[in-house]
């Protein structure tokens, strides 16, 4: 077994996400304050309750001042689907992506946990799946979690 859905969870004073399109750079996602800039890796065997399971946790995990959730605030979730966290470094110079799931499997997980994470009633904004993504946050504290289901 890989192992399972992954996320990178970091405690954020504001985070966004662009991507260029047409020549620009336009923000595609966005949250103000405090929050969580979550990056999200799936790999082959991962499922929606996985998925539902992941949204669960990053709801309620208390990793904000005075050891709050989002849920006990409403802060608001940056939610971004980051394939590299499945690389694999261990031999030679390059990583490989072996274990990372593609896209047709992956990206309707990352919708899942967003639609979870919406139906618990919090506010996501989202990177775009596959495009070459340039997120910009300022860490808070800094505070960073790995999570995995």
């Not at 890989?2 to 004073?13: H, I, K, L, N, T």
């Not at 971004?80 to 047709?104: M, V």
Request: with cysteine; net charge neutral; hydrophobic share 45%.
């Amino acid at each position: 077994m890989m192992g399972g859905m992954r996320a990178v969870v970091q405690r954020v004073d504001g985070a966004s996400v662009a991507v260029d399109e047409d020549g620009e750079t336009r923000t595609v996602g966005e949250i103000k304050g405090e929050g969580l800039c979550v990056l999200v890796g799936v790999t082959h065997d991962d499922t929606k309750e996985k998925a539902a399971q992941l949204a669960r946790k990053l709801w309620s995990i208390r990793m904000l001042a005075d050891e709050k959730s989002c849920s006990d605030i409403g802060a608001p979730l940056l939610v971004i689907s980051q394939f590299t966290l499945y690389g694999d470094a261990r031999k030679g110079r390059r990583p490989t992506w072996n274990a990372a799931a593609p896209g047709p499997v992956a990206e309707p997980l990352v919708d899942e946990v967003v639609a979870h994470l919406r139906a618990l009633g919090a506010t996501v904004a989202t990177g775009r799946f596959g495009a070459k993504m340039r997120v910009g946050l300022t860490n808070d504290g800094p505070f960073t979690v790995l999570l995995e289901m």
